[in-house]
């Protein structure tokens, strides 16, 4: 049977049996019996436009299998790009009959992800007064209504007049709900509207379009065996034989950026920085918070960044590719680099500017739960402005880190050493001391700039109580 056709099960009676009788001929009259019964289609899922003109993604994680029945909204896949990770929620209610991806591989964009067997009558029917329609023509509207990211809302487009098309099912989900129907967006043929686009306007609502934003991750890989593999390969455990790999995931994204980055010039600027001080307001802090509530070093120095950043705003800006304007962002929105069991990434924490140290500890500590367990999203992963990264817990000192396009600056801490150093009256003393090291733009950053700004950061960090004096 062809998918989205509709079968009639029944027993059709003769219509009229005549019999003889003392009266003459006598006619009965019979009536049609018909039992309908709704039948089965197969759907298929497709992967949706994920952002920033993602062509394919990796399979991370099945949630389904072949056989489960799924509910609407229910999670189905992880996928990740060399962006981000992003979790697919089905759009309808079925059974999944096929998955067209093992866990590693590559999933195309605008291809099916699975198949779904649905109930015909949830979207089959037509408009009153349209005719039915072909199989054909309802596999083309299905193929015009991917599997919508979670990340993704509504798109809200023009107001319409008119009639809108959708079939009675979707009506009645659109008059249930209340919902303003010329602010949903149709995907299908001719802009009727699917009962996915209305599902999706009620999980999001609708949402002006906005242009990507520039995603400062290197990504995820694939799946646990290959980042095992990739494991191997860098720590150079005994290879009984040469492995060609192919560059997709962390790596692919390391390509496009670090690329994209050394076309800048750069330039690097050092300073050493007293710990004492800014240790003993710590252990005052951490007396003072929440039990749960880790307060590390990174807290303090991403505020001090935050400080200085606001004496010194060229550094938390982007510059465009021709490097033709730069643009003072008005947050804070400061990255921070960070190890995950499948590669780097370098989410950002919001509006540092005006955090407090406590809330920049609960936004960091999130943040490092949630690259733990590979869940970062999109929006944590954008719209950075500055960049730290605490190389210090590997056991560095000094580096030239590579900024991160299209910012201007980046900030790289050493390890906490503690070393001998001269006071005052020419004693020597021992001092817990932290090397920073600093690349920027020289496009756009001058020496004396960076220079500056090192010394009102290391100022704050130095003097906690004047650190203190200023947060929010």
């Known amino acids: 049977m062809l998918a989205g056709a509709r079968s009639v099960v029944g027993r059709v009676l003769p219509r009229a049996v005549v019999r003889a009788g003392a009266g003459g001929l006598q006619a009965q009259q019979r009536t049609l019996h018909w039992t309908p019964v709704a039948c089965k289609k197969v759907v298929p899922f497709l992967l949706a436009d994920i952002g920033e003109g993602i062509a394919q993604a990796t399979l991370l994680e099945w949630h389904v299998s072949e056989g489960d029945h799924v509910n609407q909204f229910d999670p189905v896949c992880d996928v990740a790009s060399d962006k981000a990770n992003v979790d697919i929620s089905s759009r309808y209610d079925g059974k999944v009959v096929k998955l067209h991806y093992e866990v590693g591989e590559m999933a195309i964009v605008g291809k099916p992800l699975i198949d779904i067997e649905v109930e015909d009558d949830d ?10 329609e072909s199989a054909t023509s309802e596999a083309d509207a299905t193929a015009e209504s991917p599997a919508i990211p979670e990340q993704q809302g509504a798109t809200a487009g023009p107001a319409r007049t008119g009639k809108v098309l959708m079939t009675p099912a979707v009506r009645r989900i659109v008059r249930e709900n209340n919902i303003p129907i010329e602010q949903v967006v149709g995907t299908g043929k001719n802009g009727r509207v699917l009962k996915e686009d209305v599902l999706n306007y009620l999980e999001h609502g609708a949402q002006p ?134 590669g780097l990434v370098v989410p950002n924490i919001k509006n540092v500017n005006n955090k407090s140290v406590f809330d920049i500890a609960r936004d960091l500590n999130e943040l490092q739960e949630l690259g733990a367990k590979n869940k970062l999203k999109t929006e944590h992963l954008t719209g950075g402005t500055f960049t730290l990264s605490n190389i210090g817990v590997l056991g560095g000192t000094y580096l030239g880190p590579v900024i991160v396009v299209p910012q201007v600056a ?40 960076i220079a500056k700004f090192s010394n009102e950061m290391k100022q704050f960090i130095e003097h906690p109580l004047r650190l203190l004096a200023h947060l929010k």
């Open 123 to 132: 979207d089959g029917e037509t408009d009153e007064g349209a005719s039915t």
């Open 209 to 342: 379009a906005q242009a990507p934003a520039t995603a400062t991750t290197v990504g995820a890989t694939a799946s646990a065996s290959m980042g095992q593999q990739q494991a191997t390969a860098t720590t150079g455990r005994g290879l009984a034989e040469d492995q060609t790999q192919p560059i997709s995931g962390i790596q692919a994204a390391m390509v496009k950026s670090m690329t994209a980055a050394l076309k800048v010039p750069h330039f690097s600027y050092a300073e050493e920085i007293e710990m004492d001080g800014l240790m003993e307001a710590r252990q005052t802090l951490r007396a003072m918070a929440a039990d749960s509530l880790k307060v590390s070093y990174m807290p303090f120095i991403i505020k001090a960044a935050s400080l200085a950043l606001e004496k010194y705003p060229i550094l938390n800006s982007h510059v465009n590719e021709e490097c033709t304007s730069v643009t003072l962002k008005a947050e804070h929105n400061i990255s921070v680099a960070m190890d995950t069991p499948l």
């Open 410 to 449: 980046i900030g790289a801490m050493g390890r906490v050493r503690k070393l001998p150093r001269f006071d005052d009256n020419d004693n020597v003393i021992a001092r817990h001391i932290m090397e920073i090291s600093f690349s920027a733009d020289h496009r756009v950053i001058d020496g004396v700039t």
